[in-house]
Nanobody, 125 residues
Framework: QEQLVESGGGSVQAGGSLKLSCKTS????????IGWFRQAPGKQREGVAA????????KYDDSVKGRFTLSRDMYNSILHLQMDRLKPEDTGMYYC??????????????????WGPGTQVTVSP
């Protein structure tokens, strides 16, 4: 399967913003769940947000609700994650993956595949 490609990470101070991008193929973007996950050093990868690309239904982890927003670029098959009011605990490597089976997106890592290499987000106090 084709690997997704994440970009847009960087280093910001707390309260700042970053916009991540997940580039997919047309097939991967076609009415599948695409999710963003993150992994902090020494911790397991955890789900952040996901969207069913066809219907646009979203799911956010409680820790990011009201601060992170997903948006779709349907023409270029790109999923964006706008991250505002960033906190130091948002620091980690951010990955995107595809879930081809679910009709309602979850943040269960085991359902996702085609992981990209990730993009690093660092938030300083």
């Amino acid at each position: 399967q084709e690997q997704l490609v994440e970009s847009g990470g960087g280093s910001v101070q707390a309260g700042g913003s970053l916009k991540l991008s997940c580039k997919t193929s047309e097939d991967q973007f076609r009415n599948n769940c695409i999710g963003w996950f993150r992994q902090a050093p020494g911790k397991q990868r955890e789900g952040v947000a996901a969207i069913l690309t066809g219907a646009g239904a979203t799911k956010y982890d409680d820790s990011v609700k009201g601060r992170f927003t997903l948006s779709r670029d349907m023409y270029n098959s790109i999923l964006h994650l706008q991250m505002d009011r960033l906190k130091p605990e948002d620091t980690g490597m951010y990955y995107c993956g595809v879930d081809r089976r679910s009709v309602r997106c979850s943040l269960s890592e085991s359902l996702y595949s085609d992981w990209g290499p990730g993009t690093q987000v660092t938030v300083s106090p």
